[in-house]
């Protein structure tokens, strides 16, 4: 206790070493705090409910048609229910939007059907009723209600609302329940509702995702043998070749964010090892000072412990310093990090500094403090403390500390070097992904959501023609060039899949549909679009008198893979669930592809039907505009609300922003790696400066003989700025073999730019280069500007 | 009176890659306790080489060398460590007080190595600052001192825990004349109490003070 009283007390008589300490392993230990506290709520926590890791998702797969994961049908999830015995629940949770009836006019809300077992499943029962019954769930069942607690607080201001009704999509709703707080899983809802399903719903029609909660002593496994066999026993022609199986919900729930999260993990941990190469450095510049009281303390008697204790206490003082200023910048980052970028992260996940959080946090700074301090100490213990006393009072650090501070820049350059490279590669990245060919033109683009709720819109002819009058009202808006909709916007975060057969294909009979993706658009689509139209024509601006007349594009993905070689036109296409023969549709038109599902994903085959001839309840307007698309929105909102004032808006954004929510991640992770990366040159560039600093007050007395025996400063320049940028190119060297490496393990997470990119290394050197090079200039322009004669007195 | 050190056969050489330079060279060396010796020779002759040997804090030489009836070879540092501080004082020329630790301070320093309570720290510190007539410089860093005041604090630090053995490296070189004799009428009364001194010295004069001069040559005993 008293040497740490000492540490306190030596460290305060030299405030300027000790703040530099602290601010080092400050930044070092806060960057791991904020990565290490999502990793903690994303990875390690889970799910808010109780034993999370017995939520499973459950799926269904037909591998001989490369279909690895869908979601399942009806009678299948109730199959799965019914037969399985490793299941304590199963339930479905299929997500939607509804509007809900209020005083201002149809609002939009996101909700989630689910099975009367739901939160019984979750293990998580309402805060305020309670959760839904058996039967709640049943056709006829009177009409129940759950809310989220945040939806609760945000739409009715947290009052008492248990009994209440509510009318979502024009149907009256009994509120019996409050969710519990930040339990949005799998998927943000603002209500929860009991899914009905008709009882002869289709086997085949995939739209419902269903999770379970294993039973005491089952596992994964025999869950997936079990579902495995349940589709087996199923004895319709349909389920031929699929099977099922299931995966943690967990993993689903963060499979997007989990390598990214590793690889800042990743990044942070060298940016602190960076930390600790950069204070061992500096202890040692400091040590080398006093290697003489070492030797004069050795010669006193003092043992090696005696002379090792009082670094070691200065280290366990710097990492509680280090600890709780990281623990404020941690903070500090985090909430920048949420603010940044909210939709980075699942709804459910709220990261907090718990005490796991708190207890790495600390293990990394004294981790990171301790290892730098046995650096300083092995080197200060080794020195043989005759030659210290001998060489007199000047203190001259030995050589091999000088060396030894040098092998740590090159590992500080090193590791920056490798986070630069990674960091370069990740905003390659992005910039890919945001300027590549979406094949459509989304600048000068509106889009406008809708949803055509309750009664008035019962029928397809009231849709169709309020779907129409809008078109011409919105056509009208000045500074709108064209005006159509489609059912599924590309990259709007939600797209429909339909099975389909094709006439005369013997490779693919109309009893083994393929899976395509499917829209239903309104004539001018492509064109509006800015998608070029390759053969044909488009569909055709009237309903089809009947559906064996409906008319059909596909795009080229489609031809390439259906009709290698050969045109599409004039081809029929069975289509809906199963292919029913006796619902057809003629390709009249091939259209170029569009990235529809993800940025990253290749273009997929698709059919575009007419929203005329199958009208969901749902149309997004996409709008061409002459002006900037945002300037447009109100205009186009008033407009929808005068002429039809029971739709639902649900958005009305450019497109671009659209694109920009698909970025989120990947902008994320540059960001975050880009500002580490920029850290850890810092960190690099101050420990080269520290070092040649070291290295010229060192040598004064040299460069002063130097300078006397004719050296001309520039020579001194010279001198210094070649070790400066000799120990860059070293670190250069062996940080972008380490690049290469590391950059291996990025594989998915790049798009367009491969590891091994030389422009991505090229630049890296140039920054490296231009970074060290400000490093050097200072001490050697001191080296080059010293005055001989005094440098010479200078002992 | 019994054998303090005795040295048979001590050599030390210094291993350059290839080359070997010999620096002490078949030393053999008796000091009985309660002898003031006196060690001189021409520069490089390897005078500090072998104090430092004598101090334990060299232990890389062949040859046997018993201090105080223990056999240095093959003693574990630990052991020779406690050795050390149980048995020898140093006085070095450069005087070597730590700067940023006041008179007190450096003097407490050997204490604070050896197992001794506070209380009595502080009493054997004050009793010292007291034998030394330094008491007013007590709370006096290092730089605020003559260099012959540093010296006399550099030996009170040397004799503070009471050694048998008090080794002296050129006690009086970076001193002029007048301060230099001050610090030898003190080694002479210190021996006269009964501490062992060995000194190393350019001078004459302070030559005389001890009972014994060893010449050095070249790494061997002059006769
Ligand atoms: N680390 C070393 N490596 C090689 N030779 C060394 C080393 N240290 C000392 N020597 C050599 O050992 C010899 C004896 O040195 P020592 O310091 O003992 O001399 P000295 O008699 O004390 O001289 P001075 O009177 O100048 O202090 C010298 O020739 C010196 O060069
Ligand atoms: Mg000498």
């Known amino acids: 206790m008293s040497e740490l009283r000492q540490a306190l007390r030596r460290l305060g008589r ?56 869908d979601v399942t049908s009806v009678p299948n999830f109730r199959d799965w229910r019914d037969q399985s015995t490793c299941f304590t629940h199963v339930s479905a949770v299929d997500p939607g939007q509804a509007t809900l009836a209020t ?46 607690h945040r939806f609760w607080q945000s739409r009715f201001g947290g009052r008492p609302m248990l009994g209440s009704p509510i009318t979502l999509d024009g149907r009256p709703f009994t509120v019996i329940g409050i969710a519990k707080e930040g339990l949005e899983v799998p998927v943000a809802t603002d209500v929860y509702v009991p899914a009905i399903y008709p009882a002869d719903s289709q086997r085949g029609a995939l739209f419902l995702p269903v999770i379970a909660r294993l039973a005491k002593g089952k596992t994964l496994a025999d869950a997936r043998t079990q579902l495995a066999a349940i589709m087996e026993r199923i004895p319709s022609e349909k389920e031929r070749g699929w099977t099922a199986s299931a995966v943690p919900l967990a993993e689903d729930a ?128 080794r020195s043989v403390p005759i030659e210290a006393l001998r060489e007199g009072s000047r203190a001259t650090p030995s050589r091999g500390s000088r060396r030894a501070q040098a092998v740590f820049v090159v590992l500080e350059l090193t590791l920056s070097v490798a986070l630069l490279g990674l960091a370069g590669l990740t905003l390659r990245t992005l910039s890919n992904l945001a300027t590549q060919n979406l094949g459509f033109e989304s600048r000068t683009l509106l889009v406008a959501n809708l949803l055509l709720p309750g009664a008035e819109f019962e029928t397809p002819g009231a849709r169709r023609s309020a779907v129409q009058a809008l078109t011409e009202r919105l056509s009208g808006l000045p500074g709108v060039t064209s005006v159509s909709g489609t059912t599924t916007l590309p990259l709007g975060g939600n797209y429909n899949d339909t099975v389909f057969g094709l006439e005369d294909r013997p490779d693919a009979p109309a009893t083994e549909p393929n899976v395509t993706g499917v829209d239903q658009v309104l004539p001018g689509y492509f064109e509006t679009m800015g998608m070029a139209l390759r053969e044909g024509r488009d569909l055709s601006p009237r309903s089809a008198p009947d559906p064996r007349a409906s008319e059909v594009v596909v795009n080229q993905a489609f031809e390439r893979r259906y009709f290698p070689g050969a045109s599409a036109l004039g081809k029929r296409v069975f289509f809906g669930p199963r292919a029913d023969p006796r619902r057809a549709a003629t390709i009249v038109g091939v259209v170029s592809d569009v990235k529809r599902e993800s940025l990253r994903r290749s273009e997929r085959p698709q059919l575009y039907f007419s929203y005329l001839d199958i009208t969901p309840r749902r149309m997004t307007f996409v709008l061409r505009t002459a002006l900037t698309p945002g300037e447009l929105s109100s205009q186009v909102r008033a407009a929808i609300r005068e002429v039809a004032p029971a739709a639902a808006i649900t958005s009305v954004t450019p497109m671009d922003s659209v694109l920009g929510d698909n970025l989120t991640l990947p902008r994320f992770l540059a960001g975050l790696l880009t500002f580490f990366a920029v850290t850890a040159l810092v960190l690099a560039a101050l420990g080269l400066f520290g070092v040649l600093s070291t290295v010229v007050a060192q040598r004064t007395n040299e460069i002063g003989v130097r300078l006397a025996l004719g050296a001309k400063p520039g020579d001194v320049f010279r001198l210094v700025t070649g070790q400066g940028l000799g120990l860059a190119a070293a670190g250069l060297a062996l940080g972008v ?40 200039i200072l001490p050697a322009r001191r080296a080059a500007s010293l005055d001989p004669v005094a440098a010479l007195r200078e002992e | 009176m019994a054998d303090l050190i005795k040295l048979e056969n001590v050599e030390k050489r210094y291993v350059n890659g290839a080359v070997s330079t010999w620096v002490l060279r078949r030393i053999s060396l008796t000091v009985e306790e309660g002898e003031f010796v006196t060690i001189m020779g021409p520069s490089g002759a390897g005078k500090s080489t072998l104090l430092a040997i004598l101090g334990l804090l060299d232990a890389e030489f062949d040859g046997s060398y018993t201090l105080d009836g223990t056999a240095i070879h093959g003693l574990k540092p ?7 501080k149980r048995t020898i004082g140093f006085v070095f020329q450069q005087y070597h007080l ?25 009493g054997l510190v004050a009793d010292t600052l007291d034998r030394f007539q330094i008491v007013g410089k007590k709370d006096l860093f290092p730089r605020q001192l003559s260099g012959g005041q540093q010296q006399l604090v550099g030996v009170a630090r040397a004799v503070i825990a009471k050694p048998k053995l008090l080794l002296a490296d050129e006690p009086t070189g970076n001193l002029h004349s007048e301060q230099g004799a001050e610090i030898m009428e003190l080694f002479k009364e210190l021996n006269r109490q009964g501490t062992t001194i060995i000194q190393i010295t350019h001078s004459k004069e302070n030559a005389a003070y001890g009972n014994r001069v060893v010449r050095l040559k070249d790494g061997w005993i002059a006769d």
């Open chain 1, 737 to 776: 073999g380490l690049s290469l490496g590391l950059g291996r393990l990025l594989g998915g997470l790049l798009y367009g730019v491969s590891a091994t990119d030389p422009t991505n290394l090229a630049s890296v050197a140039a920054v490296l280069f231009t970074v060290a090079s400000l490093a050097c």
């Open chain 2, 78 to 84: 630990k052991l020779r460590g406690e050795l050390a």
């Open chain 1, 14 to 69: 030299s405030p300027g070493f000790a703040l530099l300490a602290v601010a080092m392993l400050g930044l070092g230990v806060g960057t791991n705090t904020a990565v290490f506290s999502l990793v903690n709520t994303l990875l390690l926590r889970g799910l808010p409910v109780p034993a999370p890791g017995d939520l499973l998702s459950l799926f269904q797969s037909n591998p001989k048609r490369g279909v690895e994961r």
């Open chain 2, 98 to 122: 730590l700067d940023d630790l006041t008179v007190a301070e450096n003097l407490e320093l050997p204490l604070s190595y050896r197992d001794m309570k506070g209380d009595e720290r502080k």
């Open chain 1, 103 to 148: 005083p201002e006019g149809p609002e939009v809300l996101a909700i989630t059907g689910v099975s009367a077992s739901f939160f019984d499943l979750l293990g998580v029962p309402p805060v305020a009723g309670r959760g839904f019954r058996k039967g709640e769930d049943e056709e006829g069942a009177p009409l129940t209600a759950i809310l989220s």
């Open chain 1, 254 to 381: 963060v499979s997007d964010q989990r390598m990214s999260l590793l690889l800042l993990q990743g990044a942070v941990l060298l940016v602190l090892l960076i930390v600790a190469a950069n204070l061992a450095a500096l202890l040692l510049a400091r040590a080398a000072r006093k290697t003489r009281d070492g030797a004069v303390r050795a010669a006193l008697g003092a043992s090696r412990m005696d002379l090792a204790a009082p670094l070691l206490a200065e280290g366990v003082v710097l990492a509680l310093g280090g600890w709780l200023f990281g623990l404020l910048l941690g903070r500090a980052f985090l909430a920048v990090l949420l603010v940044a970028s909210p939709a980075a992260l699942p709804a459910w996940a709220r990261p907090v500094l718990d005490g796991r959080v708190l207890l790495v946090s600390l293990g990394a700074a004294l981790g990171t403090a301790l290892l730098a301090s046995l650096v300083a100490i092995g080197q200060k213990v």
